[in-house]
């Protein structure tokens, strides 16, 4: 039987990552309505549209997540899928992160856990509000367990936790490919279970893969967006100093302001620092082969992240982007990071277990001096983490409007699309929360949505991948809106009316359907009907693709629920 003071201190161990989750997502937990900043877009319900699973017109760059999106919003509000699945998931990466090293003590443990949860990394990248990527790097930590234990055992159940992992990890395609790096680190060893491991490491990524064979949407990417994209300087150590500090992030919006000084090299030093120190320590506990792995995938992590950044590398990455399908991934560099945060984690956890270690010969008052600096690092790092992450974050209440919108979509054509306008990706909202953010009408409406996929970074216009957005946005910046709606065979027109270009709009020729402060609905006359995005060779593929990954999943959890009982039978027998 379990010991009370073991489940005392299981439960601190847990409770330690999920509080620091619950801070930084504090406003989207105390207020009403819905995450609208950025990437993070959340609506009450989604529909399952062709989008959903990547035949729509633009790139599948959220497959397989906006088909499951689809599927848990059809059974709970989106809003409160939100507040559970954003701090859940910041909590997991700190859960898998302290089990990696559970032979270590509680000191060090609790720092793993919470430097997952709270350093620049996430802090970046939850500030751009691209929640679905941390679910790949919550993964890692996960996989790298369970990838050993099967490599270890090689029994369909270990193999099924790693599968189940990997399904969370591949709800995005970066998320995906960070994932079975990391199934691969952890689990590669006799041929037969390498051969298996690669095998469902392929079989995951197909909801993705293949619409972006059969789908509509160009196969390849912009170039331009390689230098857009590529890791940013932070501080005065250059890229490389920001990188190794776990930030480097693109888009300076998402830069804590303390990261924009010496605080930032300051970080990049700890963390070399905090490798060589813990590197003996993490070789005893978890084996000197499994750091070894663990550091060659953060090794190709930061290679990835900092390619782009070098003389030659920028342009093999740009050849990559231009000529190769599903090469795009590379773009956004900084994202590979995330096997080195795991790392860096377990290394301040090594290094505070050997300084915790030392100071046990001078008394209990100096052990608890050495972990009240040590397990609120991650505070000490990222200072202003919550202060950058809560804009994001904090929710905004949708005009009912577009509930009234809807309702009149729904009773047009079942064939119908509808354009949003102005013309762009990124829009800011009189009634948002400040910040920019993605299209919410791609996910709201039940039919095809039109809006740009064309990304303004900075000087830099990046082409989108949609044919038909192309076509569609040269009319419009050249002719009156309804002849260039009418030639892309659009049936509505949604007009944001509190878009600064919203007036200069030439809306001659369509019809009013629906008008009131923030939103104008209108009907294109003589819109004929479009070729379908997705062909019925297209539909089967990649229905077939879906249903394969999701019956892997499915299967693997099961397998892996059935070893855990008996794992557990066996410790209580």
């Avoid at 299981?10 to 309505?33: K, R």
């Avoid at 008008?515 to 609905?521: E, I």
Wanted: aromatic letters at 6%; hydrophobic letters at 50%.
């Amino acid at each position: 039987m379990e010991r009370p003071s073991v489940r005392r201190s299981a439960l601190l161990l847990d409770a330690w990552p999920l509080l620091l989750a619950v801070v930084l997502c504090l406003p989207l937990l105390a207020h009403g309505g819905y995450p609208l900043a950025r990437d993070l877009v959340f609506v009450p319900h989604q529909p399952w549209t062709l989008a959903s699973v990547g035949l729509g017109d633009g790139a599948p760059r959220a497959v397989p997540l906006d088909a499951v999106v689809s599927l848990l919003t059809s059974v709970v509000d989106g809003g409160w899928l939100a507040r559970v699945v954003i701090p859940l998931i910041l909590a997991t990466a700190g859960w898998g992160t302290h089990r990696l090293v559970r032979d270590l003590g509680t000191v060090a443990r609790l720092t793993a856990g919470g430097f997952a949860v709270w350093n620049p990394y996430v802090v970046e990248r939850l500030a751009l509000g691209q929640w679905a990527l941390l679910a790949g790097y919550a993964a890692v930590p996960w996989l790298l367990v369970a990838a050993r234990r099967y490599r270890e055992s090689g029994t369909p159940g270990d193999l099924g936790g790693t599968v189940a992992w990997l399904g969370l990890a591949s709800l995005t395609p970066t998320g995906g490919v960070l994932g079975s790096l990391a199934v691969l680190a952890g689990g590669a060893g006799r041929s037969v279970r390498t051969a298996w491991l690669v095998l469902v490491c392929v079989l995951l990524q197909l909801p993705w893969l293949v619409p972006s064979v059969v789908g509509a949407a160009a196969s390849t990417s912009d170039p331009a967006g390689v230098d857009a994209f590529s890791a940013g300087s932070e501080g005065p150590g250059g890229v490389l100093t920001a990188l190794v500090g776990l930030g480097g992030i693109w888009d300076a919006n998402s830069v804590p302001g303390t990261r924009d000084s010496w605080w930032s090299t300051l970080t990049a030093v700890l963390v070399v620092v905090a490798v060589v120190l813990g590197w003996r320590t993490l070789c005893r506990v978890r084996g000197r082969d499994d750091t070894v792995r663990l550091a060659g995938l953060a090794g190709v992590g930061l290679t990835l992240a900092f390619l782009s950044s070098v003389p030659g590398g920028d342009e093999l990455v740009r050849r990559l982007v231009d000529t190769v399908p599903g090469a795009g991934l590379l773009r956004d560099s900084q994202k590979f990071l995330a096997p080195l945060v795991v790392l860096a984690a377990v290394s301040f956890a090594a290094s505070a277990h050997r300084v915790v270690e030392a100071a046990r010969r001078h008394g209990t008052e100096v052990v608890l001096a050495v972990g009240l600096v040590a397990v609120p690092l991650p505070f000490l790092l990222v200072p202003d983490g919550a202060a950058t992450v809560w804009p994001t974050v904090r929710p905004v209440t949708y005009p009912a409007g577009l509930d009234r919108v809807a309702a009149i979509l729904d009773d047009g054509p079942p064939d119908a699309t509808l354009a949003t306008l102005p013309w762009r990706s990124y829009r800011g909202f009189g009634w948002g929360n400040g910040l920019i953010s993605s299209d919410p009408a791609t996910r709201w409406f039940d039919l095809d949505v039109l809006a740009s996929d064309d990304l303004q970074v900075g000087p830099t216009t990046i082409r989108g991948e949609s044919p038909r957005g192309q076509a569609l946005g040269r009319a419009l910046r050249t002719g009156p809106a309804a002849d260039a709606l009418r030639a892309g065979h659009v049936t509505w027109a949604l007009v944001y009316l509190d878009d600064p270009d919203a007036p200069q709009l030439d809306l001659s020729g369509l019809t009013p359907a629906y008008s009131d402060a923030d939103l104008a609905l209108y009907r294109v006359p003589g819109t004929t009907p479009p070729a379908a995005s997705a062909g019925t060779t297209a539909r089967v593929v990649t229905g077939l693709a879906d249903g394969l990954a999701l019956v892997l999943v499915a299967g693997a959890a099961i397998l892996a629920a059935r070893r855990r009982r008996k794992a557990a039978r066996t410790s209580a027998g």
